[in-house]
Structures are given as structure tokens and as C-alpha cells.
């Protein structure tokens, strides 16, 4: 990693901050965001910058980050385009390392807003400074506690997943995705209009970042292809990346252009030349952000082989068919395997794969018939499908107005049980290494951040069928990919 990159890490673990543009008034970002770096737990110091104010928010304000006593690692900018050139002398002057620039009014605008970014990174780089931006909504680091970003009051807990995107709503809603998985982030960038660091960039530095294990980003447009893709392929040798890419018709190209400035590609030639370079692409934002959690504590499929187990024998066949249009095979098992999952199963189990569990409820055969496939070694990852009981809300009144009897709380206390049992089962992959994937669309909304120490402690439970076809797709073609180039 050359030694501007290695400048990122004053962004992401900065030991105090400038925040210039500091402000008190509910409606600027000078307040929303320096009001998240404090809210959000960060240690440093933070020095707000404001010539018109002796203080800001309980902390002492000077009037030019010159003022500023002792070294500044990061800066933080929320003043008007133009005012930005000329903090920039006092931030080089200073020994800035690294800056953020919020502030949008740069090449998205034109011409104009062209030069005048193109005379941002000219400064920058000749005083030694990264600049993150701009034209973006922040960053964060939830393992350093840092959330310097526009999100009011969202601290998303500490995980392994790094995220990269042009847009700062999209990666929200990526986080978003990545929490409802019971997971959290290493890192976080908007990288807006990617004046000087590029999304390729942040992938190199979070190859190196021991505490992400797979990216996921939202990209609208490259610069320079080549070096595009010389860059990946080096990442997708240790760590996977997945791609959710905007301005793919010809009214999301001209939408992109006048949001961050993107250029335009084929999205043909992109997909393709990602694809070759071992990128796994996704196709919506909900798509992207669980492909991504599915990497996160899992092992990866040594091929495409898959076995499948079901509570309900449609389910299996909807599971069956669209493993099958994934490119994925449904394994053909063995008289041998068939006969030992005989020995668990009723009389009226009718033997192949799917496994169909016929409606049972006992969760006692599920571990032994899930241990038989993954050690059969005929499958490379198994998929267990629970059927869940879909519930209205007022049921009991319904229930108990009518004369029947409220049995609500027996499936209360077996989704419980469910998410409990989930564990074991993931404690017997890990200790195997085939992995599992366990699907359900009838299961309760988990809240990750409302317990941030829950974040990657949890199994993984896809929301649907589909979603997890999709996983064990992705990640064959991962492993696939990193076998070859060896």
C-alpha cells in the first residue's frame, strides 16, 4: 500500500479532529454531523472551527485550523466550496493527513465546480493530504467509535463488513441490510465525487484492514477501466467484493452524471469485466447488502453441489428450481446417504433431494440430518428451509371473541427456539466446514442496534428462499474464481 493510502488510516482512526465549518444551528450540517462524532461515543479531541464563535457545543472553537494547539490528523469540512481552497493552505501548514469534505458544489455542477475540485486535489496532493470526497456524506468507524457522517444520531454497531458508495443514502440502506442480518461494519465511506481516492482505492486499503472481512459497494461510474480492474483483481485473491452498480440505462446514466460527476460505461462490458476479475455483482440494494453478510463467519462452497432440506415439499421445489436457474446442483445423493437419513425420517418420507422433513416438527432429527449431508460429501453446502406460521396482530382477540383457544405463544416459543437452535447448527457447520444457509420468510424483525455486542455473534438467517440461493451462488463463483487464480 503506498504511503497515501496508508494516509487513511488518519481518517478512519484519527487521534483528534478539525472540524471546520463547526456550527450550533439544528438545520446545518455543522452541527448534525459534529453533534454525531460527539453523540457517537468518539475519544479523541475535537477542535470545531469558527472564526465567529469562542465555543461550540460545550467545546472550545478557534478561528483557523492554524490556531489549532499541537498536530491535527483529520479534517472535517462543511463550509462552501470556495471557502474550502483556501482552508486547505491552513490544513497543509498544519500537517492535515487526511480530510473529509462534505461540502458538495464541485465537479457535479459543471465546468466550473470541474476546476475548481481539479484545484482541490491539486493542493491536497502536494501537501501530503487524502481528501475523502467531496460532494459525500461522511464516514465512520465504529470500532474507533467515530461517525463522521450525515445519518442523525446512527451508530450502526462494530462488525466485519467494509462498505464503499457513491451515495450516501444507498449506503445507509446497504448498512441497513447488513444490521437486519444480525451484523455490523468496519468501515464506512461515501465517497461522492472521488476527487482524489477512487472506489478502487478504498478497495485496496480494506484488503489490507485486519478487521474487514468482504466489501460491498455501490458504484455509478469509473475513471480509468484498467486500472479499475488491475486493482480488484488483487483484493478478490483475499477478500470478496460485491458490486451494486448504478447508471446502468441510459436515464440512470444522466441521473449519475449530475450526482457525483460519474462517467459513464457499458454496464455490459462492466459486469463482464468484473466478473473475469472476481467481483460478484448484485442486482438490488437488499441483494447486495445480504450476499455480503453471507461471506461474514461462513466457509465458502467447494462447488456448486447443494443439498436441501425442507419442512414442506413446495417449498422444496421452488428451493430446487431456483438453485437450478442459479447455476447450482442439486446434489443426486447416494442409496447410501438415503438410507441413513431413512433411519430418521416417518415410513411415508419419500427419499431424494430435497429432503422433505414431510411437515414434521421435531426439531431433534433436524441437526442429524443436516450432520449426514455434510458428511456425506456429496453436497458442498446445505440449505435448510424452516417454515415458520404466519401471524396477525390481534389474533388473540380474534381467538378468544370466536371461543377457540389462543395457541399463539406454542409458536412464539418455537421461533425461540428456532433462533436458539439456529446456533447449534452453525457451531456444527463451522466444526465440518460445509456451509449452511438456514432460510425463513416467517420470522420475527431483528434489531441489531439496539445491542451492539450482538453484531456478527449471530447465525445468519436469510429472509427468503431466493435470497439464499443467491448467497451460496455468489460464493461458489467466489471460491471458483480464487481457485483459479490460484
Not at 389 to 398: E, F, L, S, W, Y
Request: glycine share 12%.
Amino acid at each position: 500500500m503506498d504511503t497515501r493510502l496508508k494516509n487513511l488510516d488518519y481518517a478512519f482512526n484519527p487521534r483528534n479532529i478539525a472540524f471546520v465549518g463547526a456550527s450550533e444551528a439544528l438545520t446545518k450540517w455543522g452541527f448534525l454531523i459534529l453533534n454525531n462524532i460527539l453523540t457517537g461515543g468518539y475519544e479523541g479531541t475535537i477542535y470545531p472551527v469558527n472564526p465567529g464563535r469562542e465555543s461550540i457545543l460545550g467545546l472550545k472553537a478557534y478561528p483557523s485550523v492554524r490556531d489549532i494547539p499541537g498536530e491535527v490528523d483529520l479534517a472535517v469540512f462543511t463550509v462552501p466550496a470556495r471557502r474550502i481552497i483556501g482552508t486547505m493552505d491552513d490544513c497543509i501548514a498544519k500537517g492535515v493527513k487526511a480530510g473529509v469534505v462534505i461540502t458538495a458544489g464541485f465537479k457535479e455542477l459543471g465546468e466550473d465546480g470541474a476546476e475548481l475540485q481539479t484545484e482541490l486535489v491539486k493542493k491536497g496532493r502536494e501537501g501530503g493530504m487524502v481528501l475523502i470526497g467531496p460532494n459525500c456524506q461522511g464516514i465512520c468507524c465504529p470500532g474507533n467509535n467515530l461517525y463522521s457522517w450525515m445519518p442523525i444520531l446512527y451508530h450502526p454497531p462494530h462488525g466485519r463488513i467494509g462498505f464503499v458508495s457513491q451515495s450516501g443514502n444507498i449506503l445507509n440502506m446497504l448498512i441497513g441490510h447488513v444490521i437486519a442480518s444480525g451484523l455490523g461494519v468496519s468501515k464506512g465511506v461515501s465517497s461522492g465525487n472521488e476527487a482524489d481516492i477512487k472506489t478502487e482505492d478504498y478497495f485496496s486499503y480494506l484488503a489490507e484492514d485486519p478487521d474487514t472481512d468482504v466489501i460491498v459497494s455501490y458504484m455509478e461510474g469509473v475513471n480509468d477501466g484498467r486500472r479499475f480492474i488491475n486493482r480488484v483483481r488483487s483484493v478478490t485473491r483475499r477478500k470478496p467484493i460485491v458490486v451494486l452498480k448504478g447508471g446502468r440505462t441510459r436515464s440512470g446514466v444522466s441521473a449519475a452524471k449530475s450526482h457525483t460527476g460519474a462517467m459513464a460505461v457499458s454496464e455490459r462490458l462492466f459486469e463482464a469485466a468484473c466478473r473475469q476479475a472476481g467481483i460478484v455483482i448484485a442486482q438490488t440494494i437488499e441483494e447486495a447488502g445480504i450476499i455480503a453478510a453471507s461471506f461474514v463467519n461462513r466457509p465458502l462452497p467447494r462447488g456448486k453441489r447443494i443439498g436441501i432440506i425442507t419442512g414442506g415439499g413446495g417449498l422444496g421445489v421452488i428451493a430446487a428450481d431456483f438453485c437450478t436457474e442459479e447455476g447450482l446442483e442439486v446434489a443426486e445423493l447416494s442409496p447410501g446417504t438415503l438410507a441413513e437419513l431413512g433411519g430418521l425420517l416417518p415410513d411415508w418420507w419419500v427419499p431424494g433431494n430435497p429432503v422433505d422433513l414431510v411437515a414434521g416438527l421435531n426439531f431433534t432429527i433436524i441437526k442429524p440430518v443436516i450432520e449426514i449431508l455434510m458428511k456425506s460429501g456429496e453436497v458442498d453446502s446445505v440449505m435448510f428451509l424452516w417454515i415458520g406460521a404466519p401471524r396477525r396482530q390481534g389474533a388473540k382477540d380474534i381467538v378468544t371473541s370466536g371461543g377457540g383457544k389462543d395457541i399463539s405463544g406454542v409458536w412464539d416459543m418455537m421461533d425461540q427456539h428456532f433462533y436458539g437452535f439456529s446456533g447449534e447448527l452453525y457451531e456444527l457447520m463451522q466444526e465440518l466446514q460445509v456451509p449452511l444457509y438456514i432460510a425463513t420468510s416467517l420470522r420475527p424483525e431483528q434489531n441489531m442496534e439496539d445491542d451492539p455486542r450482538a453484531a456478527d455473534s449471530q447465525p445468519l438467517i436469510f429472509p427468503s428462499v431466493e435470497s439464499a440461493c443467491r448467497a451460496i451462488s455468489a460464493m461458489a463463483a467466489y471460491y471458483e474464481h480464487r481457485e483459479l487464480q490460484g
